[in-house]
């Protein structure tokens, strides 16, 4: 059995549908299938893959719960997802990347292989807020191609509308991905996460 830690905001945490263990103790509440932790399972009964995301965090939030939620469980792997709530708050790019960075190298020194999902769409950002997430995003994938312990994911795309980039293609509340949403974000992030674990090429 291999664990994989699901670190994030609400996107991770299964907004809104469902509220993550941390936000709703011990066991999350609401319905299941909204959260892409769910699908990875569902997709992989050898993976156990801890929800550790909360709603409306930053990405400084997130860092600050890093040793709590990451490394205090050993895992074999982490997905990490946020910044869209640094962005929503007009915080800039090279801020959200800055702790990105960090987390990154807090990670490889744990010996923990990190796969980074981009900021997925809502369907109510301004263009501005468009542009800061598009610029995290492709600062993410420039990482991952250097960094051999950084894979990146396109979640964004998976979860974006066909006709538009910058809109969900499915919300309950034009903010957070539908329950398929949720389930594309687990198809594209299994393949990345069985290279790092099942040392598949």
């Given amino acids: 059995m291999k664990t994989i830690v699901a670190l994030g905001d609400s996107t991770t945490a299964g907004t809104p549908l469902f509220r993550s263990p941390l936000e709703a103790p011990p066991d999350g509440e609401g319905d299941p299938h909204s959260q892409f932790a769910?699908?990875?399972?569902d997709a992989r009964p050898d993976w156990r893959v801890l929800n550790r995301?909360?709603?409306g965090e930053r990405s400084d939030q997130i860092a600050a719960r890093f040793d709590r939620d990451v490394l205090a469980e050993r895992p074999d792997?982490?997905?990490?997802?946020?910044g869209v709530?640094?962005?929503?708050q007009g915080r800039s790019a090279a801020t959200v990347t800055a702790v990105f960075r960090d987390l990154y190298d807090r990670a490889a020194r744990a010996g923990i292989p990190v796969v980074a999902g981009s900021i997925?769409?809502?369907?109510t950002a301004s263009p501005a807020a468009c542009q800061a997430m598009r610029e995290i995003n492709a600062w993410i994938e420039a990482e991952a191609a250097r960094d051999p312990n950084l894979t990146w994911v396109n979640t964004r795309a998976a979860t974006a509308s066909a006709d538009d980039p910058d809109r969900l293609a499915g919300s309950p509340d034009e903010l957070?991905?539908?329950i398929e949403g949720y389930r594309q974000m687990a198809r594209v992030l299994a393949p990345a996460l069985a290279r790092r674990l099942d040392n598949v090429v």
């Fill in 77 to 82: 792997a982490v997905v990490i997802i946020a």
């Fill in 176 to 178: 957070h991905p539908d």
């Fill in 120 to 123: 997925v769409p809502y369907n």
């Fill in 53 to 55: 995301g909360v709603n």
């Fill in 38 to 41: 769910w699908w990875l399972m």
């Fill in 85 to 88: 709530n640094d962005v929503y």
